[in-house]
């Protein structure tokens, strides 16, 4: 904290403490979230919006990384269980290549939820990589490169955790 009752995010503006926002500036952070994790992704954001300042707060709060983490954990845990048959009504896995990663995927997993200062952009792709149908994690990416891999997405992700 500094002297102003604020918090830093990862050198990032202040972010004041809770209750300071209106109700407004709260329900845009949850309800555009998407799209503010878009824009905080690709650097085009207002530093200085409330709705922003809220949308990092929540990314890097303990609960929140928790959530990530165990998710990604759980992605593991039903894939060697179940394989294909754990996601028969969901988006198909990538069964082999999300096996073949796993230990990445839990060493995210362990740094999403662990580390005491993260990135934002590095919760988003960890995110990204559990609840985005075009995630290299699934097996249908329309309109994504060929390129794209489980590893290389986690690795991004990492690499984003700690640069920014």
């Known amino acids: 904290m500094t002297g ?12 004041p ?19 503010l994790d878009d824009e905080l ?4 954001v207002d530093d200085g919006s409330p709705a922003v300042l809220l949308r990092r707060a929540r990314l890097l709060h303990h609960r929140y990384r928790s959530a990530v983490a165990s998710a990604l954990r759980r992605l593991i845990d039903e894939t060697r269980v179940g394989g294909r ?6 988006v198909p896995v990538k069964v082999r290549e999300v096996l073949r990663n796993a230990s990445l995927i839990l060493a ?6 662990n580390e005491e200062a993260v990135s934002p952009r ?14 290299p994690v699934y ?11 489980v ?5 991004h992700a990492r690499a984003a955790l700690h640069l920014g």
């Open 4 to 15: 102003s009752g604020t918090a830093t995010i990862g050198g990032s503006p202040p972010v």
């Open 17 to 35: 403490p809770s209750g300071w926002a209106r109700l407004i500036d709260r329900i845009i952070a949850r309800v555009c979230a998407r799209s």
């Open 41 to 44: 992704l690709n650097s085009g």
């Open 85 to 90: 048959k754990a996601y028969a009504h969901r």
């Open 108 to 113: 995210l997993a362990d740094e999403v939820e």
């Open 122 to 135: 590095g919760v988003i792709l960890a995110e990204r990589l559990i609840t985005d149908g075009r995630s």
């Open 139 to 149: 097996g249908l990416n329309f309109g994504e490169p060929r390129e794209a891999s």
């Open 151 to 155: 590893e290389s997405a986690v690795r």
